[in-house]
């Protein structure tokens, strides 16, 4: 069965530090992974995805993930955090259902972005 | 392009009541999925339809139910509510269901209170 772990539920950073955020899976194949992104009452928005191939996945707003096979890990990181960057962080894997799929979630990161 | 719709925003009902939250997919989706997020957790899948049909069903009592419409239009349905059915409640469309590298969008959530 599939699942993700994301490591710290908060992680506050500066105005222009990095962002790191962390996201461990568990499949027991290939898997599809996710970052979605939730603004204060709003629904998810998909930031980017790893599916096959290239490795370093690059998604809106500067943010990017790596898929590390070895380390079982789909981090999210960013160079240089902005105060719209403030948010609620969503890993996320594709697991198969039959026919269909479904998204497991972990339980989030909230990113504080300090001035 | 139209996205992800759902009404009411906020809805409050008692306990033992029943109550319908809807969906409209984007144009062109024929596949929906709801998921449940409860305070300060990630969302949880709770089925998903396809052409009109369950098309696969997570983790939750037959009192969760749905319904999907040719005009792209979905309905989710909660029987006998508890206290713990309070959450907000997401809909995704995406193209199909078969496909896992298929983007699931989201609606912006209708925020369920049970008192």
């Known amino acids: 069965a599939q699942s993700v772990t994301q490591l710290g539920s908060h992680v506050s950073v500066s105005e222009g530090a990095l962002v790191l955020l962390r996201c461990n899976y568990s499949?027991?194949?290939?898997?599809?992974l996710f970052w979605y992104v939730q603004y204060p009452n709003q629904g998810l928005q998909l930031l980017l995805k790893y599916t096959t191939g290239a490795t370093l996945v690059k998604g809106i707003n500067g943010f990017e993930a790596e898929f590390k096979k070895s380390e079982t890990s789909f981090h999210l990181t960013k160079p240089s955090a902005h105060m719209s960057d403030a948010a609620e962080y969503f890993c996320?894997?594709?697991?198969?259902?039959?026919?269909?799929?479904?998204?497991?979630f972990g339980s989030g990161t909230r990113l504080l972005v300090r001035p | 392009e139209t996205g992800v719709t759902q009404s009411p925003t906020h809805l409050i009902k008692t306990r033992g009541q029943q109550v319908t939250l809807r969906c409209s997919s984007q144009s062109g989706h024929n596949t929906v999925s709801w998921y449940q997020q409860a305070l300060g957790q990630g969302p949880q899948f709770i089925f998903q339809y396809y052409r009109e049909e369950e098309n696969g069903r997570g983790n939750f009592p037959p009192r969760f139910s749905g319904l999907q419409f040719p005009n792209y239009s979905s309905e989710l349905n909660v029987n006998a509510l508890e206290l713990d059915d309070s959450a907000l409640y997401l809909c995704?469309?995406?193209?199909?269901?078969?496909?896992?590298?298929?983007?699931?969008?989201f609606g912006p959530g209708t925020r369920l209170t049970v008192l």
């Open positions: 499949s027991s194949v290939p898997p599809y």
């Open positions: 996320a894997v594709s697991a198969e259902m039959d026919s269909s799929y479904k998204l497991i």
């Open positions: 995704a469309s995406s193209l199909a269901p078969g496909r896992t590298t298929d983007t699931q969008y």
